[in-house]
């Protein structure tokens, strides 16, 4: 009981945390989008699917994986507060997490790109995005084989 309050409480502070990064991502793009000088998006007619793919991209995926971050961390919760330690949908939730964090990570990269003034982009790729998209997609995969031996364990008993 004492660790289901102390994960609870880890929880709802990350998902503070998580939400004042969507609101600051919002309120990013809208200045981004919407004023004039520097900072801002000068669109160009030949750069234009890159620039818009690149502010969606990081608008859209980098939100998405806050949000499940969170999804995560209460469905985590709730599947031990039952009696489950891993819950299978999560190994889903954790792929999801690991491809929104790698697009919208390169996309935050390459934001710079959307923002220029000038009509000569450069599209670059961070080996550290990389790396923890990595990461990410090991910590699904040992998390699927916690699942498949918690649900053996589950059969035996």
Same mark, same amino acid.
């Given at each position: ?5 102390? *994960? ?6 990350? +998902? ?11 309120? %990013? ?33 980098? +939100? *998405? ?10 469905? %985590? ?81």
């Amino acid at each position: 009981m004492k660790t289901s309050k102390g *994960m609870t409480g880890i929880a709802v502070a990350a +998902s503070l945390l998580c939400t004042v990064s969507i609101v600051w991502i919002f309120c %990013q793009s809208y200045f981004i989008s919407t004023g004039s000088g520097e900072g801002c998006i000068v669109w160009h007619e030949e750069l234009y699917p890159l620039q818009a793919a690149i502010f969606t991209g990081r608008l859209l995926f980098k +939100s *998405m994986f806050y949000a499940l971050i969170m999804v995560f961390l209460f469905k %985590q919760i709730k599947a031990i507060k039952s009696g489950v330690l891993f819950p299978g949908i999560n190994v889903t939730i954790l792929y999801c997490i690991a491809g929104s964090y790698l697009i919208g990570n390169i996309c935050d990269d390459n934001i710079a790109t959307a923002l220029t003034s000038s009509s000569h982009a450069a599209f670059a790729i961070n080996g550290d995005t990389l790396l923890y998209a990595a990461l990410l997609v090991v910590f699904a995969l040992i998390y699927k084989v916690a699942v498949r031996v918690s649900e053996e364990n589950n059969l035996t008993i």
